[in-house]
């Protein structure tokens, strides 16, 4: 594959001069080596935009970098040499936004599309706001499936006007997932320390599986939508994608937390924050004792016995099962079918709504913008049909959208349907068999922990014969997030399975050279 790439040949800074390897470091590795002045965040951010100057004209994961993130970075460094106090969890690290997570600075937030490019946003998003409080450097905004995949159902995965196509650093022509694609090829490909993504129905736990690293996907509400471009309030949630639980839970531990500006949902989650945060849940043995609900129909089934996803998994319910884990096979959730179904389950009637409600108020706020409604968008695009491929894909979601009028009395009727299918589903399931989470292959699981506010993690578990990556998500009620942890980070440690992507060190090798 190599050969019919031509790349800038680039000599990138790998190791400092004080025998840190910056490659595909972690943040304890980087709070270390600051603290033993083998590093400084400045280093770390041109060893990314390196990174980026190189890999990103083929990976497409990154649609703006931060002009002022060197700033942000030097700042950092002075702080770091004067501190008199303990410095946020994050100072110094460079972070990638989905593009639909807004930034008062330089950067534009636009979901992708053409029609945001120039408005001004009134705050920094909720989570930004945390971000910037812990010390994080804002190093730029991550691609994405353009809208979060939200315009039509026919628009390529990872595809936006803004970010153009992007790919699996695995294998380049496979689908790296959306909608969170750019966060997620931008953590596998060491494009930036950690990421964020967004999920409203598995756009965190699809890209997280497909490009082996690790996302969470967190309860709704445990982190503040304000400012960020939206879907559904009663879907839409934050989360980090990462290359280890570790990093993922340090950028949690960073952005959960009350937010006046989404302060209904995020005023009921923060009951769930543990006090002294996630950090401590962080065990090698917490797989100890814990009961695993696995689900087998219509989940791990889909996978033919023998082949080589079935054969990995059932080695990991092993490996499990030595590390101390109980597991309740063969489960399935009442009513699985209909929940697991776009349009049974209701999300077809509901998130049109909820999309069209909540899109006109984001915009209503902005400072500036070339579009201040959803109807305005629709005719953005109309006008922009090459740039934003309309002929091709069209935008059949936004007209659905626009011809709603609101939640009536169906769509309560649907959103109480919802609630009463996640009862006799998901929490029956939990309480009648007393597990702690369940495990299912990859993004099957997301419509359940969709349409239920739950939390979910994906940890890699393999790579296909086609060295496509897959996941395997731990899942539970809403809240479980300390208990997720601890399973994810001990199947981690106890599997250690992610492994960079090889063709790139193969190209940056090249670059090296
Ligand atoms: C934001 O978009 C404007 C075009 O409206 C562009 O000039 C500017 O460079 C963009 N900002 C960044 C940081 O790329
Ligand atoms: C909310 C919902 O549709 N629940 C259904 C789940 O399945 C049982 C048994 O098939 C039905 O009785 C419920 O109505």
């Not at 595809?159 to 196509?165: E, L, P």
């Not at 964020?196 to 996302?215: F, R, Y």
């Not at 609101?406 to 929490?427: K, N, P």
Request: charged share 20%; net charge negative; hydrophobic share 40%.
């Amino acid at each position: 594959m190599a050969s019919s790439l031509s790349l800038p040949v680039l000599f990138l800074l790998c190791i400092t001069s004080h025998g840190f390897e910056i490659k595909e470091a972690t943040i304890d590795g980087i709070h270390q080596a600051f603290k033993e002045g083998q590093l400084t965040s400045r280093q770390l951010v041109e060893y990314y935009l390196d990174r980026i100057r190189v890999l990103n004209p083929l990976l497409h994961a990154v649609i703006e970098v931060n002009p002022d993130a060197l700033e942000q970075a030097d700042r950092a460094d002075s702080e770091r040499r004067t501190a008199q106090r303990p410095l946020g969890g994050l100072h110094g690290i460079p972070i990638l936004l989905k593009d639909i997570i807004a930034t008062k600075d330089r950067l534009n937030t636009t979901a992708g599309s053409l029609a945001l490019l120039g408005s001004l946003v009134p705050h920094d998003a909720g989570v930004v706001h945390r971000l910037r409080q812990k010390g994080a450097v804002i190093l730029g905004k991550a691609s994405l499936s353009e809208w979060c995949n939200f315009r039509s159902f026919t628009a390529p995965s990872a595809w936006s006007a803004r970010g153009g196509q992007g790919r699996n650093p695995y294998v380049l022509n496979a689908n790296p997932c959306g909608s969170s694609s750019g966060s997620a090829i931008a953590a596998a490909a060491d494009l930036a320390a950690v990421t964020l993504g967004s999920e409203t129905d598995g756009s965190i736990i699809c890209p997280a599986a497909k490009n082996s690293v690790v996302g969470i996907k967190p309860t709704v509400g445990l982190t503040s939508r304000s400012g960020v471009i939206p879907i559904s309030p009663r879907q839409d949630t934050i989360g980090p994608i990462c290359r280890t639980v570790s990093d993922a839970v340090h950028v949690l531990d960073a952005i959960v937390g009350y937010d006046p500006r989404d302060a209904d949902a995020t005023r009921d989650a923060s009951r769930y924050v543990p006090s002294g945060g996630y950090g401590q849940f962080l065990r090698v043995g917490g797989l100890e004792g814990k009961r695993l609900g696995i689900l087998r129909k219509g989940f791990f089934d889909k996978y033919p016995e023998g082949s080589l996803h079935a054969l990995t998994f059932n080695q990991h319910f092993i490996t499990m099962r030595e590390k101390g884990a109980i597991l309740v096979d063969d489960l399935e959730i009442a009513n699985a079918s209909t929940i697991l179904d776009y349009k049974d389950n209701g999300e077809e009637l509901i998130l049109p709504t909820e999309f069209k409600q909540s899109l006109n108020d984001y915009l209503s706020e902005l400072l500036y913008s070339p579009v201040r409604s959803l109807a305005d968008v629709i005719d953005f695009n109309n006008k922009h049909k090459t740039e934003e491929r309309v002929d091709e894909i069209g935008q059949p979601i936004f007209l659905v959208a626009e011809n709603t009028n609101g939640i009536g009395s169906v769509e309560q009727e649907t959103i109480a349907r919802m609630g009463e299918l996640s009862m006799q589903g998901l929490e029956k399931l939990m309480e009648e068999e007393k597990l702690d989470a369940i495990v299912t292959p990859g993004a099957s699981v997301v419509r359940v922990l969709a349409i239920g506010g739950y939390p979910g993690i994906s940890v890699p578990a393999g790579y296909g014969g086609d060295g496509v990556p897959f996941g395997i998500c731990f899942a539970g009620l809403k809240g479980s997030e300390p208990t997720l942890i601890e399973l994810a980070y001990a199947f981690e440690q106890a599997t250690n399975v992610r492994v960079p992507p090889t063709f790139i060190s193969s190209v940056t090798t090249m670059a090296d050279a």
